[in-house]
């Protein structure tokens, strides 16, 4: 029989490359963690890691159980968590994971609400923009994944495993320095734009920008790059470029010498909560989810 802790240490050891690894980020001895894979490799009747050096690689059977995992221990968690809900127990854990901008805006009023409603609740909070957030929620790693796409670009297949529940339409804004030649403009063709240096913020974003950019007719020239919005607002408030930034980013920072614009063609991306089915019936994950909505309509 494969034991669910048998697998939480085999993913760690698998994520890790070695038994010290996985039992430093375990929080155990290197001893118990190679004792558990004894006792799994024993349990499955085949071996399931190779020694290669220092570091160790799985076999054919450590991966296929490896990639399987993620959902067993996501099913086993939503049955623990159903099971409490059900015994009258006053408590759960969600862990989330959230892109920057909705970290400052979005979350902290959900999490107040959260706890003012379900005081045993525990939420845990880590940053990570899309795709690796949504990579994190397939993998086990967290509960809730606040992300986003956006419209026009998107994969309508990208999330058709997921429970998708949709938060808002957040629009992009023009950030230029306070003396650029259009700051006193009400909007702003992005095409007016062309011959300016740009500001970019994540590999999504970036992407995104350049796409627009290209459809209008030029190519972007991008002088600095940064998943970080504060400096991308001190970027421009320098003067060193214009940026397009989502207006959640522009509510979360103080946009000191700096003008913002409504720029056309008109640029939005669809915020959204996701979770794993099975999770979305954990009473701890349905009320962060709701929490996240009601958030989001204020």
């Not at 050096?53 to 490896?66: F, H, N, Y």
């Not at 959900?110 to 994190?136: D, F, I, K, N, Q």
């Not at 089915?277 to 929490?291: G, I, K, N």
Request: aromatic share 4%; glycine share 8%; net charge negative.
């Amino acid at each position: 029989m494969i034991e669910a802790r048998h697998l939480r240490v085999l993913r760690a050891v698998a994520a890790t490359g070695s038994f010290s690894a996985a039992a430093r980020e375990l929080g155990c001895t290197q001893p118990a963690v190679s004792q558990q894979m004894k006792a799994l490799e024993q349990s499955t009747g085949t071996p399931l890691l190779i020694r290669t050096g220092r570091e160790m690689r799985l076999t054919q059977a450590g991966e296929a159980l490896v990639r399987h995992a993620a959902g067993i221990l996501a099913g086993l968690t939503a049955a623990e968590e159903e099971v409490a809900a059900i015994a009258g127990l006053r408590a759960g854990r969600v862990r989330l994971v959230s892109f920057p901008s909705g970290s400052s805006t979005l979350v902290p009023t959900a999490l107040a609400a959260l706890r003012e409603a379900h005081p045993g609740t525990r939420v845990s909070l880590v940053e990570a923009e899309p795709p690796r957030s949504v990579e994190m929620l397939r993998e086990g790693d967290c509960d809730v994944a606040l992300a986003f796409r956006y419209s026009g670009a998107a994969d309508p297949a990208e999330w058709a495993d997921l429970v998708v529940r949709p938060l808002l339409t957040d629009k992009l804004v023009g950030l230029l320095p306070e003396g650029h030649r259009l700051s006193g403009e009400g909007r702003v063709a992005m095409a007016e734009l062309a011959g300016d240096p740009w500001i970019a913020g994540c590999p999504r974003c970036r992407r995104h920008l350049v796409d627009v950019c290209e459809e209008v007719g030029f190519t972007p020239r991008i002088d600095f790059a940064t998943d970080d919005y504060p400096a991308v607002v001190g970027l421009v408030g320098a003067g060193l470029g214009v940026a397009v930034l989502p207006e959640l980013a522009v509510e979360s920072v103080r946009a000191k010498g700096t003008r913002t614009v409504v720029v056309e063609p008109a640029v939005e991306r669809e915020v959204v909560a996701l979770t794993l089915p099975d999770l979305a019936r954990v009473p701890a994950v349905a009320a962060t989810l709701d929490e996240l909505e009601r958030a989001a309509a204020r």
